[in-house]
RNA sequence: GGAGGGAUGGCGGAGUGGUCAAUCGCAACAGACUGUAACUCUGUCCGGGUUUCCCGUACGUAGGUUCGAAUCCUACUCCCUCCA
């Protein structure tokens, strides 16, 4: 493989923000393999829908392949049924075969917006790890002793405060890397919260006797909007990728200004030195950093949509948000009747979930009709033409008088 | 195998016979402010109703005692600790 100016400056994006890279000198080679090297990444299909945070290592992944490197890109289909207990004292539920096939598919969707499938070798690992014996299992077990496994972290803190653990979550970490062993991986890549799991492939890697031990380079876990917690669906902080343009702006918008940069640097290709020009600007000059969030929501729409998109979703931001406006397309609803009781209606439109909710935001004043609050829950609305209610902050519904 | 402790609203965690739809904190939602930010302040945070009040359901599950149970009893399920 040749090395140019560009895959150097290329080496240079990819290895912003990495976090960990066992061993060292493994970026060298990425630049100087004399054929491709195999990149692995697991995934699991028990959450279907992908958000920026997995964005992070994604992205990089993407710059391997731009190096020439192939992706092996495990659906962990099979350790899907233990469930990572990453993170989580709580057993997952099992999903069934169907479950499995049916995320595994939007998986592939959703990655191969970010990856090359030229450059990606998409493989199930209940393929190999389906069909072990139990012997060739306990054979997998006698690899690690207890003592080294509780030295992950999430084991040991469970154990210390007396959380259960079960046998078989032991065996999560010892499948995740017998994987490395059956794809001959060269590096695994993932987030921090994975580095006993992609260390654990290295070791068994040697155990097995094979001729090399993979690399393993880990990521940062990327805040969700609220700025502290990881980006995670449950968490209810993310910004997914098959969000609407409109939906990522205005999500973007939300995210606490001192997370900006760090968004900027993991997900986009803006360069060290426009990182540090906006840092500059937004700590010394008068530069209101809600403008830079702006052109980070537009980046973040762009990696899935086109500009024009982008734009249209500054556009209609500003008009609902900063002018008070009502947006473009909102949910309309066909009245027959002269009026209707209006908190009837938001239910039946799905605005608010009961009415027991519906009559607290009336009375906290958050429901509208063309501007004007409505304070009463009992409210009979009087139809005519076009009328708007607003519900909170940005839920709209168009009431029109049938004809 | 033996002994003991525990299970409460999205989470943490009070409450140990009536005044408990259940203190408080976090999260969430709404209002004011604003840059749909942050901070701050205020309010809300099971459902239904004839809505300053009434009703239903809810404190692991199923029964029981009682005029009355989250609180007492029995069985069951799950979790934890200690001993072996």
Sequence with gaps: MYTSFMSIKLLDLFKRGLVQIVPENVLHSLLNSNEPLLIKFGADPSAPDLHFGHCVVLKKLRMLQDMGHRVQFVIGDFTARIGDPTGKSETRKALTEEDVRANAASYQEQVFKILDPGKTDLVYNSSWLGVLTASEMIGLSARYT????????????????????????????LLQGYDSVVLKSDIEMGGTDQTFNLLMGRHLQREYGCDKEQAIITVPILEGLDGVQKMSKSLNNHIGIMDSPKEMFGKTMSLPDDKIIRYFSLLTDMSDFEL????????????NPRDFKIELAKCLICMFYETSDAEEAEEEF???????????????????????????????????????????????????????????????????????????KRKFLKVVKAI
Excluded at 276 to 287: A, P
Excluded at 318 to 332: C, N, S
């Design 146 to 173: 207890v003592a080294r496994m509780l030295e992950r972290d999430d084991f040991s803190k469970r154990f210390k405060s007396n959380q259960s653990i079960s046998v078989h979550e032991f065996l999560y970490p």
């Design 276 to 287: 540090e020009d906006m840092r500059t600007k937004m700590s010394s000059t008068g530069v």
């Design 318 to 392: 500003k008009r609902v948000f900063a002018k008070g406006l009502v947006p473009e397309d909102i949910p309309e609803v066909v009245v027959t009747e002269e009026s209707v009781f209006l908190l009837g209606l938001l239910i039946e439109q799905k605005l608010v979930v009961s009415k027991k909710e519906g009559q607290r935001l009336m009375q906290a004043g958050a429901v509208s009709v063309d501007g004007e609050k409505q304070l009463n829950f009992r409210y009979m609305l009087a139809v005519e033409g076009e009328q708007v209610v607003k519900v909170g």
